[in-house]
């Protein structure tokens, strides 16, 4: 099976769209400090740089390309000298084209330096938080634009806990299962494009939704539906991991389909097996009961390595063993 993908992982950012972005999901609030073109300037790199040896004139090994931290340190240091040598070492910093230079711990730039990154286009910000917490909080929201991801066309519906991502042909009900989930308690994260990301070396995936779509869906024959203006707040998931994958298939009566579930199957998504149920569906069949069995039983699986396969066919072999008479037996 392969999945039907689009899209392609973004290579870099703009510091515009950082600054404008990084606050909505991460708790950090930058305060901006100067009016330069943020879009000019991009982000390439997941890693910060805390610039002191720049400072300090050494600069053969200056990660310049990456977010510059000025905390504490930094800003003592510059703070040490007179305007004349502050100035110039400051110049060490803001003749490379770095992407954005970001204050900690409310730490303030001396005017004459502040005018000095105006005039060289390097956007300065500040923060409240320290050096590290500031570092931990941006550093994942860049982990996350860098991460590796793909767009794939299908429905993903947090079922009972577990994040169920609803694949298959175009026509075969996506959407309408997906909403007959949602009308059922569940909550859906994204439905036609989901966007799934792996983060770092991480072997766990996560969905969200298309920002342009966001949690409306197209049902055939209907239109149009919000499902946050229709089904209320709990009806929507804003982010969940993707730990199985429902294809959606058309019957087939020459097939032999999966009736124990011993045999189980697994799918690959950037990277990473997920579990993969294969349903093929008709005409009366409960699509979205079934869709939360699938959702149940990995939970068990996962909580308590039971498979409810294995558990029959073990009673099944317990029962022929005790029916079994000794002439069977020798």
Not at 96 to 112: A, D, G, H, M, R
Not at 157 to 167: P, Q
Not at 284 to 307: M, P, Q
Request: proline share 2%; charged share 30%; hydrophobic share 40%.
């Amino acid at each position: 099976m392969n999945l039907d993908q689009k899209g392609m992982k973004k290579r870099s950012i703009t510091v515009a769209y950082f600054f404008e972005n990084i606050g909505r999901n991460h708790d950090i609030k930058l305060r901006r400090l100067n009016r330069v073109d943020e879009q000019k300037r991009r982000i390439t790199e997941r890693e910060l740089h805390r610039p002191g040896l720049a400072l300090a004139g050494f600069t053969n090994l200056f990660t310049y390309k990456r977010v510059q931290i000025l905390g504490n340190t930094e800003t003592r240091f510059l703070n040490s000298f007179g305007e004349t040598e502050r100035r110039k070492a400051f110049e060490h910093l803001v003749r490379f084209k770095v992407p954005c230079i970001i204050l900690t711990s409310t730490n303030k730039l001396n005017p004459e330096l502040l005018d000095m990154a105006t005039e060289a286009g390097v956007p300065v910000y500040a923060t409240r938080h320290s050096s590290t917490k500031a570092m931990y909080l941006i550093t994942d929201f860049l982990d996350d634009q860098f991460s590796l991801h793909q767009q794939y066309h299908g429905s993903m519906v947090d079922v009972c806990g577990v994040g169920v991502l609803l694949t298959g042909k175009s026509g075969l009900g996506k959407s309408e299962i997906a909403l007959d989930l949602i009308e059922r308690g569940h909550g859906l994260v994204a439905d036609d494009v989901v966007v799934i990301r792996r983060k770092g070396e991480s072997l766990l995936l996560n969905a969200r939704r298309n920002d342009i779509i966001d949690h409306f869906m197209e049902i055939r024959g209907l239109g149009v539906v919000d499902v946050k203006a229709n089904f209320g707040i709990r009806a929507i998931r804003d982010i969940k991991d993707v730990q199985v994958v429902v294809e959606l298939l058309e019957w087939n009566r020459e097939t032999d389909y999966e009736r124990l579930g011993l045999d189980m199957k697994a799918i690959k998504i950037l990277g990473v097996d997920v579990p993969l149920v294969q349903l093929p569906i008709f005409p009366g069949k409960n699509i979205a009961v079934i869709i939360e069995v699938v959702a149940l039983n990995f939970l068990l699986k996962h909580y308590s390595n039971y498979v409810a396969a294995e558990a029959l066919t073990e009673r099944i072999r317990t029962i022929i063993d005790k029916e079994k008479t000794p002439d069977d037996a020798s």
